[in-house]
């Protein structure tokens, strides 16, 4: 029997709406929906009539903010943007003080810093809620990554913690088997609270940053296996399988997996040789590289991601330059077993450098926007349900256990001694790759990124003598306290005489 008051509403019935809509609705809660065009909440609840909690479909925003038990709690999952302002601002007249707005979409995180302090200024509370899994998380379990007001949260975290991904508690392996009207029951939930006003938003972003990392290094392990040894998609997917089954395991490589297996329905020919080589973005991978080169956080492989898609865009000009450019000549002649494994660890190496520089700007952002962020909580609540989540998650959580103020991932026992055991081969990779003309740009970005992070001493000396000469903007001395600085009167540059 339905109740007389929701325990929840959502605003927004697109595909992302619809299915967490209804996982909300499968874990016993009830929950109003309401949408622009009144045609989709009638089709979408007319569709769903039997579940556990009850969907209550409302035709206007009044009807859809009094169907709602007070506090009342609204999810908002439309365009991020001006459409979400629009809805707030349609949504604020007709609520009373306490009412809690949450915001499901891909924010900008200085939006979500925005919208809750106007709220807050009216009575109302804001909650910024990453959610990450795509439209199969969003219906069987996202990893849910809010921020904002803390006693809000407290009220909507009951609901937050059941539709959430769960993983084993002991080993941090996620709990599959979902399915419509069936949650996963037990299980350790993925979802906690991440901090104050864009807090969550923030660390969905850097999330995505990472998940950009991810891909483009595992598309470089595809074309170095493909331009090296000439392999097969249907060989490579038998690859990716084997490494899924190791230190590599994660959805990512699964569904990569999954993809070099599949034939075209059409041609018949490996699906994958048929896809255009041209990678669409929405945005959060540059928001991350942006907001590291303001914060001056050196995150280059994210960056060189970022910059990856953007280098396959321009594809007319990449097919008229390839018949100009020219590249090496040189092929591979030696062991394919020997390689692959090298290529394997070259992924592995180049990823656990991707999110050291993720957790990384996480650090320095808690310190620009006075947060206090539980990096050990930020790995378990990816270890599911979110796009990246993988088993070497478990180890980023293993190494905050053991040190919670750790400085950079790379300083933890298990992946320093990972980085040292494998470094070798990771060379070999960029190195083969540089000699045969295979574009690598994560992989080699890591590895310069892990040269330069564990040198004592770089040519930034050579550089801060060079802005000291041509502007004056002083240098710091080796045999001065830090934090002191001087200038050199430089003697007028030579002019160079230009030939008549």
């Excluded at 050990?376 to 989540?389: H, K, P, S």
């Amino acid at each position: 029997m339905a109740k007389t008051h929701s325990d929840i509403g959502l605003i927004g019935l697109a595909v992302m709406g619809q299915n967490l809509a209804l996982n909300i609705a499968d874990h016993g809660f009830q929950i109003s929906v309401f949408n622009r065009t009144t045609e989709k909440t009638d089709k979408f609840v007319a569709e769903n009539p039997n579940t556990p909690g009850g969907l209550v479909g409302t035709k206007t925003l009044p009807e859809f903010v009094q169907s709602l038990a007070r506090p009342r709690k609204m999810v908002i999952l439309v365009q991020a943007g001006k459409g979400t302002d629009a809805v707030i601002d349609g949504l604020v007249p007709l609520l009373e003080p306490g009412d809690i707005v949450i915001d499901g979409g891909n924010a900008l995180w200085t939006d979500t810093i925005r919208r809750e302090k106007a709220l807050r200024e009216k009575g109302l509370r804001f909650i910024g809620s990453g959610v990450s899994g795509g439209e199969e998380g969003a219906r069987f379990g996202p990893a849910l990554m809010p921020g904002g007001d803390r006693a809000a949260y407290q009220e909507l975290e009951p609901i937050w913690n059941a539709i959430a991904a769960k993983v084993d508690a002991e080993t941090g392996t996620p709990l599959t088997g979902a399915a419509p009207g069936k949650p996963i029951v037990g299980g350790v939930p993925c979802a906690t609270y991440i901090g104050e006003n864009g807090a969550g938003h923030y660390v969905k972003m850097v999330h995505n940053g990472i998940e950009y990392g991810d891909m483009q290094m595992i598309c470089e392990a595809y074309a170095l296996m493909r331009g090296l040894l000439g392999l097969k998609a249907a060989e490579m997917g038998a690859i990716f399988s084997e490494w899924n089954q190791g230190i590599l395991g994660s959805f990512l490589i699964e569904i990569t997996a999954d993809i070099l297996r599949q034939k075209d329905p059409m041609t018949k020919k490996p699906f994958v040789d048929i896809v255009l080589d041209t990678a669409g973005q929405k945005g959060t991978g540059k928001w991350t590289s942006t907001n590291a080169l303001d914060m001056g956080v050196p995150a280059p492989t994210v960056a060189e991601a970022v910059f990856a898609r953007c280098l396959s865009a321009v594809k007319e000009e990449r097919v008229a330059a390839s018949k100009i450019l020219k590249g090496p000549k040189k092929k591979y002649r030696g062991s394919r077993k020997a390689l692959i494994e090298a290529i394997r660890d070259a992924l592995y190496c180049s990823k656990i450098c991707s999110y050291a520089q993720g957790f990384q700007l996480m650090r320095e952002a808690q310190k620009e926007y006075k947060w206090t962020l539980n990096f050990g909580e930020i790995a378990q609540i990816w270890r599911g349900g979110c796009i990246i989540r993988a088993g070497f998650l478990q180890k980023i959580t293993e190494a905050y256990a053991r040190n919670p103020a750790l400085a950079n991932l790379l300083l933890d026992p298990y992946f320093n001694r990972t980085v040292k055991q494998a470094q070798e081969n990771w060379r070999k990779v960029i190195a083969l790759a540089v000699e045969c003309g295979v574009a690598a740009p994560t992989f080699g970005s890591a590895l310069s990124y892990y040269d330069g992070y564990r040198s004592a001493r770089l040519p930034a000396n050579l550089l801060q003598a060079q802005r000291d000469y041509f502007g004056a903007h002083t240098y710091e001395r080796t045999d001065q306290p830090r934090g002191k600085f001087f200038h050199l009167d430089w003697p007028e540059p030579a002019r160079p005489q230009l030939a008549m």
